[in-house]
């Protein structure tokens, strides 16, 4: 049996991913924060949810120990992440907005990939580590710094990772979606309706949760199984650099 975790299992990616995981024959062990969760979509599909926080211990701790229950960890999917609940100029930023950022984006993230990689590496066969990052790892947005510096550690973290884990026949790699519509950032979408009409995506549209997860089943099946430590930029064009 193939067995998969994935965080955040209840939002647009994170939800695409796991039933895109589901549909290639894994059985997903996947976490949110929702307490009356609706999973009505995985019927049929050997699913199981653990409701917790990835920025806390005790949640982390559970969600790998259901995993363990139904067999060895083969892939762990981390797409768990917020943004600030309020856009501030960096001049502006609180330490509460920047741990409340942190502690899920880059903490829960970097303490759950340890807690797998060690469960990975004592079961001894190998398997797959995919990050969701963002285009904010390397763009600059002075209205939500917190965001983006975490997903810079997230780019750090799959480095490290893929570093520490290569011999152990594990690959980590990272997806950085652009503009992805989600519940993210629906509260701007007019702002990126705009954006994306006057040219800053070149393939002229939204990027949608089933594009990423596409691309997390490829790294995930060995497709790219020579790859590791990679960024897969997903962003319909928007990365490049025009005169």
């Known amino acids: 049996m193939k067995l998969a975790i994935v965080t955040g299992v209840l ?23 929702i307490d009356a969760a609706d999973l009505s979509d995985f019927k049929g599909f050997d699913f199981t949810y653990v409701k917790g926080d990835l920025a806390c211990a005790d949640s982390r701790e559970t969600l790998v120990k259901t995993a363990q229950q139904k ?35 880059t903490k829960g993230t970097l303490f759950l990939t340890q807690a797998v990689a060690n469960a990975m590496v004592k079961e001894g066969r190998g398997g797959a580590i995919v990050n969701i990052s963002s285009c904010s790892a390397y763009t600059s947005s ?84 020579y790859t590791t430590g990679q960024s897969f930029i997903l962003d319909g064009g928007m990365h490049i650099r025009k005169l």
């Open 11 to 33: 939002g647009g990616i994170g939800k695409e991913s796991a039933l895109a995981l589901c549909r290639a024959g894994y059985a997903v062990v996947g976490m949110d924060v």
């Open 71 to 105: 067999g060895a960890i083969s892939v762990l999917v981390n797409v768990a992440g917020v943004a600030p609940k309020v856009r501030r100029d960096i001049l502006e930023m609180t330490e509460e907005s920047y741990d409340f950022v942190m502690g899920i984006n």
């Open 142 to 225: 002075t209205s939500r710094g917190e965001y983006c510096i975490s997903k810079a550690g997230v780019s750090m973290i799959t480095k490290l990772f893929a570093d520490r884990l290569a011999g152990d026949g594990i690959t980590v790699n990272e997806i950085c979606p652009g503009i992805i519509a989600t519940g993210m950032i629906a509260a701007v979408k007019e702002k990126y309706d705009r954006l994306i009409e006057g040219g800053l995506v070149p393939l002229g549209r939204w990027g949608v949760p089933d594009d990423i997860a596409k691309a997390v089943v490829a790294l995930c099946d060995g497709t790219f199984g």
